[in-house]
């Protein structure tokens, strides 16, 4: 079963850091485009970042840019999600997609075919 597995999320006080992981079982994924997503209570998914198939474009929503950082590992096959200067708002289940060949450009949900089951990030005041 193809499946998308995130890791690292915790609870951290304002101001600080971390850093989610998003590991593949089942097949790789490295001709895909990796997005992360967020889900706060009570309101709809929204994008975070994406980033391109052969990791060469990276995209961003407005309020993350400048603080949260995606990478990956193409040899560990491994997606990471860099989230510094975190902020109370941030709190969220956060979730990683893949989309096939994508550009790295989308905030689409309908544009990614894979998603993970979500790790739960908790920032406190």
């Known amino acids: 079963q193809v499946q998308l597995v995130e890791s690292g999320g915790g609870l951290v006080q304002a101001g600080g850091s971390l850093r989610l992981s998003c590991v593949p079982s089942g097949r790789t994924f490295g001709r895909h485009a990796m997005g992360w997503f967020r889900q706060a209570p009570g309101k709809e998914r929204e994008f975070v970042a994406a980033?391109?198939?052969?990791?060469?474009?990276?995209y961003y929503a407005d309020s993350m840019k400048g603080r949260f950082t995606i990478s990956r590992d193409h040899a560990k096959n491994t997606v990471y999600l860099q989230m510094n200067s975190l902020k109370p708002e941030d709190t969220a289940v956060y979730y990683c997609a893949a989309d096939y060949y994508g550009s790295g450009s989308s905030a689409r949900e309908r544009d990614y075919e894979y998603w993970g089951q979500g790790t739960q990030v908790t920032v406190s005041s």
């Open positions: 980033i391109s198939w052969d990791g060469g474009n990276t």
